[in-house]
């Protein structure tokens, strides 16, 4: 939806400027399009949108044309337009980057007392609880989470920052690999191996499981994204 400072007090568009209007509703549809409340090969129908958000359709138009121009979403003309596949390349050539920096990270952490291996648990708790409900914006948010915590400890923060300008590229790829539950609890088992790990004072084992939480969802995303969605938006 568009913002509240947008709308008037009986829920209309306020007049504002063509332009303003349109980075509202590009940057709109694009947040759905990253947090994967628009899946991969969901149909996009201008007016539908149009009539959804309460403006005209022209800066829809123009909003999903910018989407266009930056790959999220593909066109064939006056056919049809649909939210772009996931380009799991991004996931091959990033992924084992982070793993490494991770496992780093891990190295640099310690000691690792038990109130921080009671907080890792506690998000990998909130990761499994997110993929017992279907919920894979949650569980990706807890995964992030997981790992966050982990960079932090470092105390490294050029490390840490590296790992964050890095992932901006994973957000949307992570909530489609978590959108399946099967894959996703496999990442909550790894992230228990590397808890196992520090607890039992295993750092360089725990670093290892790091990196292997990033190497193995890789064959995993790749299986999860053989099947797109064809749902249209928005939803009836």
């Known amino acids: 939806m568009i913002p509240a400072a947008a709308r008037g ?3 209309d568009a306020l007049p504002r400027s063509r332009a ?11 947040t759905d399009i990253v947090q994967g409340r628009l899946a991969p090969g969901v149909r996009l129908r201008d007016r539908e949108i149009a009539q959804s958000l309460g403006v005209s359709r022209m800066p829809v138009r123009e909003a999903i044309r910018r989407l266009h121009d930056e790959g999220l979403v593909v066109a064939e003309a006056s056919r049809w337009t649909r ?7 991004v996931a091959d050539e990033i992924y084992p980057i982070v793993g490494a920096l991770e496992r780093l990270a891990v190295l640099l952490g310690g000691p690792w007392a038990s109130e921080q291996l009671d907080e890792l648990a506690s998000i990998n708790d909130r990761l499994a609880q ?10 990706s948010q807890a995964d ?6 982990l960079l932090r400890r470092s105390r490294n923060q050029r490390l840490y920052a590296a790992v964050r300008d890095l992932k901006v590229h994973l957000q949307r790829v992570a909530i489609v690999y978590f959108g ?4 996703g609890s496999r990442s909550v088992e790894e992230h228990q191996a590397v808890i196992t790990a520090l607890a039992r004072g295993d750092v360089e084992g ?5 990196e292997e939480n990033w190497r193995g969802p890789l064959e995993r995303l790749h299986a999860r994204l053989s099947a797109p969605s ?3 938006w928005p939803a009836p």
């Open 206 to 210: 725990a670093a290892r499981a790091v």
């Open 180 to 183: 399946g539950a099967s894959a």
């Open 230 to 232: 064809s749902t249209d």
């Open 20 to 30: 303003l209007l349109r980075d509202e509703i590009y940057t709109q549809i694009r």
């Open 9 to 11: 007090s009986s829920g």
């Open 144 to 149: 992030s989470d997981f790992h966050s915590f």
């Open 130 to 139: 997110a993929l017992t409900d279907a919920d894979d914006v949650r569980a």
């Open 83 to 89: 939210v772009a596949a996931v380009d799991t390349s």
